[in-house]
């Protein structure tokens, strides 16, 4: 679990970096469009493909803090045990979803790699995106799995 | 199997497995996944999964929403809260729940920068509720007050639920944040009117008015508390609105001078700002997995054909325009209360907004997209207060460690028979909300 902790807090890292990379970015093309009338074309695309790699590299913490919203009104009067069974039940889901999901990503960027498909006015290749998403995606998986495998407080061992 | 029925199967599968404890987004997503594929055949299943995570992420429309929720957590960790409650009581010590009062215009003024509701009230219940506490104040009104004032994070502009709203609906997000802007205001002095009454009504929850020489005096060192929120609010909106840059850009400049301010509060650790990445992951995650769950979701309903029966069966019903309003603003309660707000506006938006574009409101279809996005936006938040499940209540409620959770429902209601007025006014005079909109051009 340690590993998993490392990973998923570096790709947090990296993606809030991107972020902060956009921001960065963003800030001299808008200065430079109102100042100098010099335009950073494309710079937009550059966004959406960081945006996308980020969003990917935030999945592994979300999903390791058990941070998507759960509703627990239902079962709010359950006994521990079925709690933690449940949940882990829960876990279970997560991590088929994100392995479907890092598979079908998978084919997606080879797809993307074969008929060259890019952004349209930077020509950004989209497998790249594809790429660097799949990882985290899979990091995902593996963290949800773990979680469905590990007892939690509360359940006999 | 009759599309209706494979409609209320999915949504069937949907809400059991929600209630038994899978992820929201999750839920949607296997229930929508299999939905889809028993219809269209499991081949166009795979091909929908192969883009579907590059579409929704890699998205520049979207990117305002990581950024939004950035620039929060960054004003959040970088000092910036603590000065503007010193500011805001100092405004406020003259009236009686002056300090609830100060919380919720600190609320108001940091969700002017912040656009989640957990992140308003847990940012400024960490500042406000020791205060609150420390003069005599009732965990029921402390606890009520700073859930009610962290909806203005998102009843406030820039506001996340909005930008979701102005994607699903193809709306300009400039002119809905104009358009917000009354509304959320009327919502933070709706909110101190509250407090005044309840304080007058029900005593024993706040201290009696203190004397004149108690008083935080309001200086121009009080003043300071409330620049860096205003300089980089005008800084946004300004050149939003000034047409210097897009909407979409000013999230990304708006975490700029966030980030500075907080570095020149020598606030900004490497350690807070890593602490600000993580919760931002947690935060931005979370809200694009629903969009993948609903996106799903909605894929499926749409091949069952029930969204466009509904809204013939609806409108066969001959209903006055704003009774239909009405009804769907009632059914966005009952389901606030038990389902997370997102999800709920992914999945019925898809649903309502077509509906609502075929109705005659005798106002220009985009002034009806605008103040029906600006209603939908008020009964969310009455989802993150409202028992039995207000987010809102539980995020400050955990900070409050002494408080019971029923105390701080107790000490909503005010704040949910505040919202309630607001939105009848607001439902009654479209004009509240597309007066500001007027100007944007």
Redesign the interface.
């Known amino acids: 679990m340690r590993a998993l902790d490392t990973l998923a807090?570096l790709?947090?890292?990296l993606?809030?970096?991107l972020?902060?990379a956009?921001?960065?970015?963003?800030?001299a093309?808008?200065l430079g469009r109102?100042l100098f009338g010099a335009t950073l074309a494309g710079d937009?695309?550059l966004?959406?493909?960081?945006?996308?790699?980020?969003?990917?590299?935030?999945?592994p913490?979300?999903?390791l803090?058990r941070?998507?919203?759960?509703?627990?009104?239902?079962?709010s009067r359950a006994r521990p045990g079925t709690?933690a069974l449940?949940?882990r039940?829960?876990a279970l889901?997560?991590a088929t979803?994100m392995a479907?999901?890092a598979w079908?990503?998978l084919?997606?960027g080879l797809?993307?790699w074969g008929n060259h498909s890019g952004s349209m006015l930077m020509g950004f290749p989209?497998w790249v995106?594809?790429a660097g998403?799949v990882p985290p995606?899979m990091l995902t998986a593996l963290i949800a799995f773990y979680q469905a495998l590990t007892p939690l407080a509360g359940e006999a061992p | 199997m009759t599309p209706v029925g494979m409609a209320l199967l999915t949504f069937g599968l949907m809400l059991v497995?929600?209630?038994?404890?899978?992820?929201?987004?999750?839920a949607m997503?296997?229930a929508g996944a299999l939905g889809y594929g028993a219809q269209a055949g499991w081949p166009p299943l795979?091909s929908f999964?192969?883009?579907?995570?590059?579409a929704r992420?890699?998205?520049?429309d979207?990117?305002v929403i990581?950024?939004f929720i950035?620039m929060g957590h960054l004003a959040a960790h970088g000092g910036i809260s603590k000065a503007l409650f010193a500011f805001a009581s100092a405004v406020m010590s003259r009236f009686q729940g002056g300090l609830a009062m100060a919380a919720v215009l600190a609320s108001a003024a940091f969700g002017s920068i912040c656009g989640s509701s957990v992140a308003t009230a847990a940012t400024i219940t960490s500042v406000a509720l020791p205060e609150m506490r420390r003069h005599g104040y009732s965990g029921r009104l402390a606890t009520g007050t700073l859930a009610a004032g962290g909806t203005l994070g998102i009843l406030i502009p820039p506001s996340v639920p909005l930008v979701v709203y102005a994607i699903l609906a193809e709306q300009n997000i400039a002119k809905l944040f104009a358009a917000a802007l009354l509304p959320g205001l009327i919502a933070m002095l709706g909110y101190m009117a509250a407090i005044a009454v309840y304080v007058r009504w029900v005593p024993g929850h706040a201290p009696e008015r203190r004397a004149e020489a108690d008083r935080e005096p309001l200086d121009a060192r009080a003043w300071v508390g409330m620049v860096p929120i205003a300089l980089i609010f005008s800084l946004v909106f300004g050149?939003i609105y000034g047409g210097?840059?897009t909407p979409?850009?000013g999230a990304?400049?708006g975490?700029?001078p966030t980030?500075v301010a907080a570095w020149l509060q020598r606030e900004l650790t490497w350690a807070k700002?890593?602490q600000?990445?993580?919760a931002?992951?947690?935060?931005?995650?979370?809200i694009?997995?629903?969009f993948?769950g609903a996106d799903l979701m909605n894929a499926s309903l749409a091949l069952t054909q029930l969204p466009n029966q509904l809204a013939a069966l609806v409108l066969g019903w001959g209903w006055a325009p704003l009774v239909v309003v009405a009804a769907i603003l009632l059914l966005y309660v009952v389901l606030g209360s038990?389902?997370?707000e997102l999800?709920m506006l992914l999945l019925t938006i898809p649903i309502f907004f077509p509906l609502i574009n075929s109705l005659d409101f005798g106002l220009p279809q985009e002034s009806v997209a605008i103040w029906f996005g600006i209603l939908v936006l008020m009964t969310v938040g009455f989802g993150m207060l409202a028992p039995?499940?207000g987010l809102n209540v539980y995020v400050v409620n955990r900070l409050a460690k002494d408080v019971p959770i029923a105390e701080s429902y107790r000490g909503v209601l005010p704040f949910l028979v505040s919202d309630t007025l607001r939105l009848l006014l607001l439902v009654c005079f479209p004009g509240i909300s597309l007066w500001l909109v007027g100007f944007v051009r």
């Open positions: 807090r790709c947090a890292l993606a809030g970096s972020l902060t956009i921001t960065v970015m963003t800030c093309s808008v109102n937009f695309e966004t959406g493909v960081a945006t996308g790699l980020a969003i990917a590299l935030f999945m913490w979300c999903q803090r941070g998507n919203i759960i509703v627990d009104f239902f079962t709690i449940l949940d039940l829960g889901l997560v979803v479907l999901l079908r990503t084919l997606g797809n993307a989209d995106v594809y998403m995606l | 497995l929600m209630a038994l404890r899978t992820p929201i987004a999750v997503f296997v795979s999964l192969n883009h579907q995570a590059f992420f890699a998205s520049y979207l990117s990581p950024l950035l050149g210097f840059f979409t850009e990304a400049v975490v700029a980030l700002l890593a600000c990445f993580y931002t992951a947690e935060g931005s995650a979370m694009f997995l629903i993948l038990v389902m997370d999800s039995p499940v």
